[in-house]
């Protein structure tokens, strides 16, 4: 069995504990749990990678939890502390996942303290636009999408299928000629359409949705600032109606940069002619708002489970009036 530690410097080590706390999902990903002991859960990374387990104890400053790939004979045993570090020691992995996990530990953990470290910029004025991401904020795939992926393309399709669509976010490549060759190679015999259904299987948040449309009658602008290849962003603005509920819509394979990269923010701050900074922007992924804020803009972690009340509030906090 193998083990490995992970650590890195936090430069804000008073707020780190209540921010992962608050934020889980800066550790676990999709999926993440509440830091309570006996949660199970089963989380994803943007990555694709992922595992389930258990919260085996919380006390201030440090979890202690199970977590394993779904053929790991069982799950290696995790504690995460965050102080001046925010350190992952793993103990019990089997040698044959050994390095996929610490791939996997490593991104969430250099991910995490990004966001811990970044903030936003001062409030110089009234905020004159919000920016709603669309996953996650507005919209959720349906209950068991992964496992239908998996049941579709075998067992290493779910972190192929992802990096092929961050490939197409741009409006560089074809996701369904991706798919098609990564099915190949699986042998499974499952068609590509059944894979994009799967994919354009969306439950909408209407009370999200009800959150933009009261931020719009006060007198804002509000945008629609989402990462999507070219089937699945037709399918939202052709079949679910998103783009009625905005001024602006900023899909990344139109705009030609997709988040986080400050180009796409910069994009669309001068599509709206405002200074940054009166920009609001809300986002359920800590380097999407790293992202934001690295741009200048004024940018919010939502939660996904707290729904349209926590989205309200988290708007609230960057001076929307709402």
Same mark, same amino acid.
């Given at each position: ?111 995490? *303290?990004? %966001? ?5 910029? &001062? $409030?110089?004025? !009234?905020? +004159?636009?919000?920016? =709603?991401?669309? /996953? ?125 990269? *400050?180009? %796409? ?5 001068? &599509? $709206?002619?405002? !200074?940054? +900074?009166?920009?609001? =922007?809300?986002? /359920? ?38």
């Amino acid at each position: 069995m193998i083990a490995f530690t992970l650590a890195e410097q936090v430069r804000a080590p008073d707020r780190a504990w209540a921010e992962l706390v608050a934020h889980p999902e800066l550790l676990f990903g999709y999926g993440a749990p509440d830091l309570v002991a006996g949660q199970r859960y089963r989380a994803t990374s943007q990555l694709g990678s992922g595992g389930s387990g258990v919260i085996e104890s919380v006390e201030p400053a440090r979890v202690a939890f199970t977590w394993g790939g779904p053929h790991w004979p069982r799950p290696g045993r995790f504690v995460a502390s965050a102080g001046t570090e925010l350190v992952i020691d793993a103990r019990d992995l089997p040698e044959t996942e050994a390095s996929a996990a610490r791939a996997h530990w490593q991104h969430m953990v250099s991910g995490a *303290v990004r %966001y811990l470290d970044s903030s936003n910029p &001062a $409030l110089t004025g !009234p905020v +004159e636009a919000v920016l =709603f991401d669309a /996953d996650g904020v507005l919209q959720q795939p349906r209950r068991g999408w992964l496992d239908d992926f998996v049941r579709l393309g075998g067992p290493d399709f779910v972190p192929a299928a992802f990096a092929a669509e961050v490939q197409c976010l741009t409006g560089a490549g074809d996701l369904r000629a991706k798919l098609t060759s990564l099915l190949r190679q699986a042998g499974t015999g499952a068609e590509v359409d059944r894979v994009l259904a799967v994919w354009h299987d969306i439950v909408v948040d209407h009370q999200a949705l009800a959150v933009v449309n009261r931020v719009r009658r006060q007198g804002l602008v509000v945008g629609l600032a989402t990462n999507q290849q070219s089937y699945r962003g037709a399918h939202m603005r052709d079949v679910l109606g998103l783009d009625r509920h905005f001024d602006r819509t900023f899909y990344s394979y139109e705009v030609g940069h997709a988040k986080p990269s *400050v180009a %796409y923010f910069a994009h669309i701050a001068e &599509a $709206l002619r405002l !200074p940054p +900074e009166r920009i609001a =922007f809300a986002d /359920d992924t800590g380097p999407n708002v790293v992202g934001a804020r690295t741009a200048g803009l004024r940018s919010v972690l939502h939660r996904s489970v707290t729904g349209a009340d926590g989205l309200a509030a988290g708007l609230r906090s960057l001076g929307v009036p709402i």
